[in-house]
Every structure is written in structure tokens, then in C-alpha cells.
């Protein structure tokens, strides 16, 4: 009998765990180990902050949800130790950029590797991507890159436009000093 409510926790575990992974555009797979439990109720508060939060989860029930869900690359791979799973949160970098910052205050605290749109992606690219600035920073980068172009453009034609008011202007001029 026991067996049987340790398999149904199992299964309840994992399915927990597929609800985590499948809403999820971003996760990152961290590792906590000699973490005070203080220090990870503050990094639980911080990622709450970005819309993310984190779930200590065993690696062989979260490699079953993965395989699962069909992400083959993370079924695969060879957890060891003590690992956390943050999911959510509508920008990557942010939540990336909140456990990098963290980490760097506690140590103990380290990235493992991340998901990122269903593909796994290393350790240094999850570092990477908390290099980049905030979205709204890259958004209004990409609206200025297509403006350029554009702005070129109208101030061509008002120097077009004020050429011909000048040379009417001149002619003008001219017609009064002739009067």
C-alpha cells in the first residue's frame, strides 16, 4: 500500500513539474547546495519580483517530465546534486539577469544551464543572455534602426523643399530691389 501513495506522489510530482516546464518560454536549471534557507526565501522574493518563482525538484522525476514533454535534450542530460527550477516571467533576460545577480552575492548559488524556447542552452549562454539589456531598452534600439532610414529620408526632402523656398526667396528679393 505504501508503494502505491509513493508512485501516485511521484506521478503528482511530475505532473507538477510539466506544469511548471510547458507555460514556461525560459528556465534555468540552477544548483543551491549550502544555500541558508533564509538566503533562498530572498532569491524566491527577488525572482517573484521579475514573475518568475522557483521550485526545488528531484532530477530524476524532473528528467521524466521533460521526456515527457518532449524535450529530449533535457531528458538526457546528467543532473547531480541538489537542483532548482525557475520558470516563467515574460522576459528571459530579466529572470536570467536576477539569479546571475544573485549568484554573485551567493556564491553557492550556480546556473546549471536553461531552456530557452524548448532548446537547452549552456550555462555561459544563460550568462549571456542576463548581459542584455532590459526588453524595452532592445525594443526601442530595433524602432531606432528603423526609423534611421526613414528620417534620412524626410530630412533630404526638406533640404530639397528649402532650396527651392531660397532660391524663391532670392528671386523675390530681387524683383523688389528691380521695383
Given at each position: ?12 510530482l511530475?505532473q507538477?513539474i510539466?506544469?511548471?516546464l ?16 533564509l ?13 518568475s518563482?522557483?521550485h526545488?525538484v528531484?532530477n ?19 543532473l ?12 528571459a ?6 539569479v546571475?545577480d544573485?549568484?554573485k552575492?551567493?556564491?553557492v548559488?550556480?546556473i546549471?544551464?536553461?531552456?530557452l524556447?524548448?532548446?537547452?542552452i ?7 543572455l ?18 534611421g532610414p526613414?528620417?534620412?529620408?524626410v530630412t ?5 523643399v ?8 532670392a528671386?523675390?528679393?530681387t ?5
Amino acid at each position: 500500500m505504501r508503494s502505491r501513495e509513493l508512485r501516485a506522489e511521484k506521478h503528482q510530482l511530475r505532473q507538477s513539474i510539466e506544469g511548471l516546464l510547458v507555460p514556461s518560454g525560459a528556465t534555468f536549471l540552477v544548483t543551491y547546495k549550502g544555500m541558508k534557507v533564509l538566503d533562498f526565501g530572498a532569491l524566491r522574493k527577488a525572482l517573484i519580483g521579475v514573475g518568475s518563482e522557483c521550485h526545488v525538484v528531484p532530477n530524476r522525476i524532473l528528467r521524466q517530465a521533460a521526456k515527457e514533454l518532449g524535450l529530449q535534450e533535457l531528458a538526457d542530460l546528467k543532473l547531480t546534486g541538489e537542483t532548482a527550477l525557475v520558470t516563467g516571467g515574460p522576459d528571459a533576460a530579466k529572470v536570467a539577469k536576477t539569479v546571475r545577480d544573485f549568484a554573485k552575492d551567493k556564491p553557492v548559488l550556480g546556473i546549471k544551464c536553461g531552456i530557452l524556447n524548448r532548446k537547452l542552452i549552456p550555462a555561459e549562454q544563460v550568462k549571456a543572455l542576463a548581459d542584455l539589456p532590459p526588453r524595452e531598452i532592445l525594443l526601442a534600439q530595433v524602432l531606432g534602426t528603423l526609423l534611421g532610414p526613414s528620417r534620412q529620408f524626410v530630412t533630404v526632402l526638406n533640404a530639397k523643399v528649402a532650396s527651392i523656398v531660397y532660391v524663391l526667396r532670392a528671386y523675390a528679393d530681387t524683383k523688389e530691389k528691380a521695383a
